[in-house]
């Protein structure tokens, strides 16, 4: 979770006028303001609106809601960084020199370790599928430094979407996936590949693949750069 840092920039974040403005747009449109002024935390309040609104298209299979009329596009923009902020230093890279936000992800990527080396070692599992939410990708691929969550942000300073790449809509996507694949060659050598979202990518800079510009990797060396 994110640390008494990283909560005091999510603090800061939600307090800025914009969002503050775009919560109490969406507010608005169901409730009155003088109900809206009641609210001791209206932008958690829009956050909880804004969450049904990014939903909803999941759903398009099973209804026609889409909470498009509470939720204005330009509000949503913002309302959507809210929510990247908070995902940011709760799940992702978080503050610089601090492993609070990502450090649960440690007995997930033992666990890959783990079943790599029980096949390796001629186990019959061949493959290894996981179940989980946004809450575990994005610790899991902060931990491993994968693509979008390899930057810290500095403590006292604010995640922004100029000096960072970090999206919880791509960490956490909704059917996204970190997906790890071994070879083995006739000789008996073992190589390793990591593909995110069903793209190939390569592990992060700390990392020496098999070649150069391979996405190809040798176990002991994943087991160095990673663990």
Known sequence: GASKNGNAAIAKALKA???????????????????????SDPVSKAL???????????LAGQTSVTFA?????????????AEDVQNFYRYGPGVTGETS???????????FFSRLDSRIAGGKTAAVFRLAHGETTMPFEALIKAPGSTT???KGSVFK????????SVAGRLAGNVEWAAYRNSSGHILVTMRLNEVPVKFNSSCKASAAGAYFYRVSTLKDCLG
């Open 101 to 111: 936000s990502y450090k649960q992800a440690r007995p997930l990527l033992a666990d």
């Open 48 to 58: 909880d609106i804004y969450r049904l609104y990014n939903t909803a298209p999941g």
């Open 161 to 168: 979407y100029g000096s960072n790449s970090c999206r919880g």
């Open 152 to 154: 810290q942000v500095t």
């Open 17 to 39: 006028s914009n969002v503050r403005t775009a919560a109490n747009d969406v507010l608005h449109r169901i409730y009155s303001q003088s109900y809206i002024n009641t609210l």
């Open 69 to 81: 009329d509470y939720v204005p596009l330009a509000d949503a923009k913002v309302l959507g960084y």
